[in-house]
T-cell receptor, first 114, second 111 residues
Framework: DGGITQSPKYLFRKEGQNVTLSCEQN?????MYWYRQDPGQGLRLIYYSQIVNDFQKGDIAEGYSVSREKKESFPLTVTSAQKNPTAFYLCASSTLTGKHQPQHFGDGTRLSIL | RKEVEQDPGPFNVPEGATVAFNCTYSNSASQSFFWYRQDCRKEPKLLMS???SGNEDGRFTAQLNRASQYISLLIRDSKLSDSATYLCAPASGGSARQLTFGSGTQLTVLP
C-alpha cells in the first residue's frame, strides 16, 4: 500500500531528553513537511524539504531539527531546547510535478512530557 | 490579520441541511487551494482541491473568489458522517508547495 508512515503513534519525553519522530513515505514524493498541531489550532509548519540533503525552516523551527538523507525518509528530532513539546506532530509529503498538488498526511505522533 | 481565517464554529446542523463555510486568505499570490477534513484526533484528509473558480464533487462544492480572496465550502444534504473539522489551506506560491492552514471550522451534524 502506498502511503506515509509515522512512528511511534504515542511518545513520551522526559525533561532534558531529545526524541526522534520517524516519517517514511513510499509515494516517491520529492517534498516532505513536518507540522505541529496544538488543541483547537491549525497546523504550523516546522521544517520542510524539497530534495535529499536539503531542508528549510518553517514558521516554528526553534527547538527542532531534521535530516533528509534519503528521499523516502524525513525524521524530526524534538530537542530539549523545545520547552513546550506536547502536541500532535504530522508529517506530510507532496509531489512537486504539476502546478496544483496537495499534501498528503501520515497518521501522526502524539508527544507528551512525562 | 491572520494569513488564513476561518470561522471556528461550531456549526451544529440537522441531518439533511445545507451548510457553508468561508475561508479568507491574505496571500494574493496563492494559486491553489485545498479543503481538508480532520476527524477528532486524526490526520487531515484531502477533501477537495480548488484552482479555478470552483469545483464540485457530489454533495460538496468549493468556490473561489480571487477578487475578494476567499474560498467557500458548501455541503448539501448533510450526513452524520460529515461531522468533523474542516481546514482551509491555500498554497503559498513557493516552489516547495507550502500550504498555510486555517484553524478549522467544526461541524456537527445532528440526527
Amino acid at each position: 500500500d502506498g502511503g506515509i508512515t509515522q512512528s511511534p503513534k504515542y511518545l513520551f519525553r522526559k525533561e532534558g531528553q531529545n526524541v526522534t519522530l520517524s516519517c517514511e513515505q513510499n509515494l516517491n514524493h520529492d517534498a516532505m513537511y513536518w507540522y505541529r498541531q496544538d488543541p483547537g489550532q491549525g497546523l504550523r509548519l516546522i521544517y520542510y524539504s524539497q530534495i535529499v540533503n536539503d531542508f528549510q525552516k518553517g514558521d516554528i523551527a526553534e527547538g527542532y531539527s531534521v535530516s533528509r538523507e534519503k528521499k523516502e525518509s524525513f525524521p524530526l528530532t524534538v530537542t530539549s531546547a523545545q520547552k513546550n513539546p506536547t502536541a500532535f506532530y504530522l508529517c506530510a509529503s507532496s509531489t512537486l510535478t504539476g502546478k496544483h498538488q496537495p499534501q498528503h498526511f501520515g497518521d501522526g505522533t502524539r508527544l507528551s512530557i512525562l | 490579520r491572520k494569513e488564513v481565517e476561518q470561522d471556528p464554529g461550531p456549526f451544529n446542523v440537522p441531518e439533511g441541511a445545507t451548510v457553508a463555510f468561508n475561508c479568507t486568505y491574505s496571500n494574493s499570490a496563492s494559486q491553489s487551494f485545498f479543503w481538508y477534513r480532520q476527524d477528532c484526533r486524526k490526520e487531515p484528509k484531502l477533501l477537495m482541491s480548488v484552482y479555478s473558480s470552483g469545483n464540485e464533487d457530489g454533495r460538496f462544492t468549493a468556490q473561489l473568489n480571487r477578487a475578494s480572496q476567499y474560498i467557500s465550502l458548501l455541503i448539501r444534504d448533510s450526513k452524520l458522517s460529515d461531522s468533523a473539522t474542516y481546514l482551509c489551506a491555500p498554497a503559498s506560491g513557493g516552489s516547495a508547495r507550502q500550504l498555510t492552514f486555517g484553524s478549522g471550522t467544526q461541524l456537527t451534524v445532528l440526527p
